[in-house]
């Protein structure tokens, strides 16, 4: 938080300003799931990874990614077994995960928009609101947060005389990274674990360096990282104590039907078949969700990814959770699919021409018949897990906004769905 301050206050005590800059440090650590498990993370501009101990022993960090141009930081990992109770690193304790965890965050679309003359106010609060959202989800005290892509959005230059986002960097840059996602976001990395999915503003020509170094899930690549043009990953699997999540990499999938894509994703929706159980997908980009509307017709559903869906998720598979449309939306649709959630309401510029209601919208030649949109609200979503459920079948969303006020629920029952 002391990046906005200062900026805000700087201009008045310059000197006290000047002295505050040069002794900040940048240090953030987080705990993230990938494809072997579990690990720690730390982000550092220190000349080496910090000190770290499992269980009381000393355990050294490696190097995830050192620093490089216009990333004066390294990133630093270390995997954590499933057995480990305590974990500290600099002697501060990191959240380990629940074996059944109850209450999931979700949360998606959080940078600042900067592009061109789309222009967002990211000095303000109440215009980028992220800080304060991750903030107040953190007083949740959720159980695991997943965020369901697009951290980075500062592509270009803030238009002089622009107060509004005056000072912003711009570019794959670790500033920007920081700006965008590390400092806002810092209480709530250090209040669960994460699964971080990947978005198309972490694309090679956006923010895929930054993403690359930092959050990406699997093992740093000194050529593809350090371009950040990373091809789509195969999926991994997240057990959540009688619920699995398949965690995809779709953000370079083509909104228009792509042939060679579809082959591509299919069996990667069909890998739900070899899991037992309810099974959620955690991707970027949703199926049959309605952004906007266009001459009378719902636009948002992702052609592809449809087409590689559509008859190749089994019976268990319950739930989507996406991001992309910047809403709160659920849906249920007249054929027998999974529901779909999109998350996208995290902070960049809202989605102000989403169809409500969505009941009875027909998105793709799928029909919704059940569901909410509640668009022109900044926040988050909350999963919990009904206690009465063994099976991980039932669960309650709500959307809140970032003051922490929930403005609609609805309870998730295998593929029913009932919202007010």
Not at 223 to 228: K, L
Not at 323 to 344: R, T
Request: charged share 20%; net charge neutral.
């Amino acid at each position: 938080m002391r990046n906005f301050f200062q900026r805000a206050l700087c201009p008045a005590f310059a000197v006290l300003c000047l002295t505050s800059l040069a002794q900040a440090r940048d240090f953030y650590q987080w705990v993230q799931y990938v494809p072997s498990g579990l690990e720690a993370r730390a982000v550092t501009d220190d000349p080496a990874c910090p000190e770290a101990t499992i269980d009381g022993q000393p355990v050294k960090m490696s190097d995830r990614s050192t620093p490089g141009s216009q990333y004066p930081v390294r990133a630093c990992a270390l995997p954590l077994p499933k057995s480990a109770k305590l974990v500290t690193i600099n002697g501060i304790p990191s959240p380990l995960p629940k074996d059944r965890p109850n209450k999931i965050l979700v949360v998606g679309d959080t940078g600042c928009r900067l592009k061109g003359t789309q222009v967002q106010a990211c000095n303000d609060m109440s215009q980028w609101p992220f800080r304060l959202g991750a903030s107040m989800s953190a007083h949740f005290k959720p159980d695991l947060v997943i965020h369901v892509g697009d951290m980075h959005y500062r592509e270009s230059a803030c238009p002089t005389g622009n107060l509004g986002c005056a000072g912003s960097p711009f570019g794959d840059t670790w500033q920007v990274w920081k700006e965008d996602f590390f400092d806002p976001a810092e209480a709530l990395l250090k209040a669960a674990p994460w699964v971080m999915v990947r978005g198309n503003h972490e694309e090679c020509e956006r923010g895929g360096i930054g993403w690359a170094r930092t959050l990406d899930p699997y093992p740093y690549e000194a050529v593809s990282g350090r371009d950040g043009c990373l091809g789509p990953k195969a999926p991994y699997t997240v057990d959540l104590g009688g619920l699995h999540l398949i965690v995809m990499d779709v953000s370079t999938a083509d909104e228009k039907l792509n042939a060679k894509q579809v082959d591509y994703y299919r069996p990667q929706f069909e890998l739900a078949k070899s899991l037992s159980g309810p099974v959620w997908y955690a991707f970027h980009r949703p199926l049959w969700a309605a952004e906007n509307l266009r001459n009378g017709v719902p636009e948002g559903d992702n052609q592809t990814l449809a087409a590689a869906a559509k008859g190749f998720m089994p019976n268990n598979a319950q739930a989507i959770l996406s991001g992309h449309h910047h809403v709160f939306e659920v849906m249920k649709y007249e054929n027998d699919l999974p529901l779909q959630i999109v998350s996208g309401h995290g902070g960049d510029d809202l989605s102000m021409r989403v169809p409500n209601p969505v009941v009875g919208l027909e998105v793709n030649r799928e029909k919704v018949v059940a569901g909410v949109s509640n668009p022109g609200i900044f926040g988050f979503s909350m999963l919990e897990r009904d206690p009465t459920d063994q099976f991980g079948t039932i669960w309650k969303i709500t959307g809140y906004d970032v003051k922490g006020q929930a403005f609609a629920s609805c309870q998730l029952n295998q593929r029913q769905l009932a919202c007010k």
